[in-house]
T-cell receptor, first 114, second 113 residues
Framework: EPEVTQTPSHQVTQMGQEVILRCVPI?????FYWYRQILGQKVEFLVS????????KSEIFDDQFSVERPDGSNFTLKIRSTKLEDSAMYFC????????????FGSGTRLTVV | GEDVEQSLFLSVREGDSSVINCTYT??????LYWYKQEPGAGLQLLTY?????DMKQDQRLTVLLNKKDKHLSLRIADTQTGDSAIYFC?????????????FGKGTMLLVSP
């Protein structure tokens, strides 16, 4: 069964450093998403991406965050200057059609900011 | 605002039924989902129901929706140790084209032999 692949599974970074989280969506999917889950809290929507542009973003997704689909296969989330409160599990998802019914999630990247 | 709440922990014995509960606040047309997360794995969609339905059954899983009380439940019949995981209730809304999900905190289900 096709999978959404996220790398790395765990990343530790120093506060203030830039970090890039990588995702390889399912190949025929057109809609891409990032969610995050701070330990002990809810899974929260960050951003959705379609046709090479952001279609929707939450309040969390401020100027420190950006997304890119650089080469037609990868979908990346960049945090420019990480803060301690960015420590979380970050989940990528993709879907073939618009709508959450067809989401496939990756296994997540655990980001620890020290 | 949109909010999804669920109890945090449930412990059952193997072979018993498990019932995981969730409440939501949005009253417009909506899809409601149950996801399962096993350790080290991603969020796996188990089932979903549209808000004009009362019930959906899929093998050992039964979803019940009480629209009046905005209450959603997931019943797992004949619970197995392999069902031990975190179960997330989630909702998507018409105003986002049903594209984005609002999750609860997750219910940890522990199944003992």
């Amino acid at each position: 069964e096709p999978e959404v692949t996220q790398t790395p599974s765990h990343q530790v970074t120093q506060m203030g450093q830039e970090v890039i989280l990588r995702c390889v969506p399912i190949s025929n999917h057109l809609y891409f998403y990032w969610y995050r889950q701070i330990l002990g809290q809810k899974v929260e929507f960050l951003v959705s991406f379609y046709n090479n542009e952001i279609s929707e973003k939450s309040e969390i997704f401020d100027d420190q965050f950006s997304v890119e689909r650089p080469d037609g296969s990868n979908f990346t989330l960049k945090i420019r200057s990480t803060k301690l409160e960015d420590s979380a599990m970050y989940f990528c998802a993709s879907s073939e059609e618009q709508g959450a019914n067809g989401y496939t999630f990756g296994s997540g990247t655990r980001l620890t900011v020290v | 605002g949109e909010d999804v709440e669920q109890s945090l922990f449930l412990s059952v014995r193997e072979g018993d039924s498990s019932v995981i509960n969730c409440t939501y606040t949005d009253s417009s047309s909506t899809y409601l989902y149950w996801y399962k997360q096993e350790p080290g794995a991603g969020l796996q969609l188990l089932t979903y129901i549209f808000s004009n339905m009362d019930m959906k059954q899929d093998q050992r899983l039964t979803v019940l929706l009480n629209k009046k009380d905005k209450h959603l439940s997931l019943r797992i019949a004949d619970t197995q140790t392999g069902d031990s995981a975190i179960y997330f209730c989630a909702e998507s809304y018409l105003n986002s084209g049903y594209s984005t999900l609002t999750f609860g905190k997750g219910t940890m289900l522990l199944v003992s032999p």
